[in-house]
């Protein structure tokens, strides 16, 4: 065997490990919905995705110094001029780095094509989103029994009875939700669903939850009326009258930063407004 052959090839096999998993990472559910719903692709989670992806990276970088290091002439090669001197900006180089940053650039400031991949990467994310359910809030999973139960309005006694009844191991009240959920081989989300309130418990008067959704700045407002059965002209209507300028294909991001608002403060003022 040649080490020069092995690192080359070994570059090339850990490109296209970088390939597959990015290619996952890019449509796996955000964290908040991968962690809740205990998401798993071919009996992975999305941190082990993440793991083996990292690992695949630094291999490749290793490997690709190596295969650089081995071949160095020929890569000097491409930096010489008809002369056959080296110069390190020859209009090949050139062309590389101007590709490499109009990428970059491109990316930033949100223009097509670039602005397409992150959109439909996000949409996809979304739909994911819709299918597993998001958290009451970011990482519910990582709260204990008792923070959580406190944090969401619950009774935690009656929660405990509810997750006795209902079949879910637990030692006590400080354990989290992913460690019940680990423990009764089931996700978070599944551990919720059995101690949580009714839904008119949990929602105000006008049908919205009294504490939004984990990944609220990302949804259209027209999304949210529509999941919540309001009627978004009267929403946005109501809100340019207390001086909140929104449309119903803006997310609660795009308002917020417009209004100098948070995702969190816009959602509050859509409560008090349609009351």
């Not at 692709?41 to 999305?46: E, N």
């Not at 959580?148 to 879910?168: P, V």
Request: charged share 20%; proline share 4%.
């Amino acid at each position: 065997m040649k080490i020069r052959k092995i690192t080359s090839l070994t570059a090339l096999v850990s490109f296209l490990l970088l390939i597959t998993t990015s290619f996952i990472l890019y449509v796996v559910p955000a964290g908040r919905v991968a962690y809740w719903a205990n998401w798993k692709l071919l009996a992975l989670t999305k941190e082990h995705w993440t793991d083996v992806h990292i690992n695949l990276g630094f291999l490749f970088l290793i490997s690709i110094g190596l295969h650089i290091y081995y071949n160095w002439k020929p890569i000097v090669s491409y930096l010489k001029n008809k002369t056959r001197q080296v110069k390190v900006f020859t209009p090949d180089f050139n062309a590389a780095v101007i590709i490499s940053i109009a990428v970059v650039i491109g990316t930033l400031v949100g223009v097509p094509p670039f602005s397409t991949v992150i959109g439909i990467g996000a949409s996809i994310k979304q739909t994911a989103a819709d299918k597993y359910g998001e958290p009451p809030y970011g990482h519910a999973e990582m709260s204990n029994l008792k923070s959580f139960a406190t944090r969401m309005g619950m009774d935690l006694g009656e929660s405990m009875n509810k997750l006795k009844a209902g079949g879910i191991k637990f030692d006590n009240d400080m354990q989290t939700l992913s460690q019940i959920a680990e423990q009764n081989d089931i996700s978070p989300q599944q551990v919720y669903l059995v101690m949580a309130p009714s839904e008119e418990a949990a929602t105000v008067s006008n049908g919205l939850p009294a504490e939004p959704k984990a990944g609220l700045g990302n949804r259209l407002l027209s999304d949210i009326c529509e999941e919540y059965a309001l009627d978004v002209t009267l929403v946005v209507s109501t809100l340019e009258k207390n001086n909140i300028k929104a449309s119903s294909d803006m997310t609660m991001k795009t308002i917020a930063a417009d209004n100098g608002m948070s995702p969190h403060d816009v959602y509050d003022a859509i409560k008090v407004a349609m009351r």
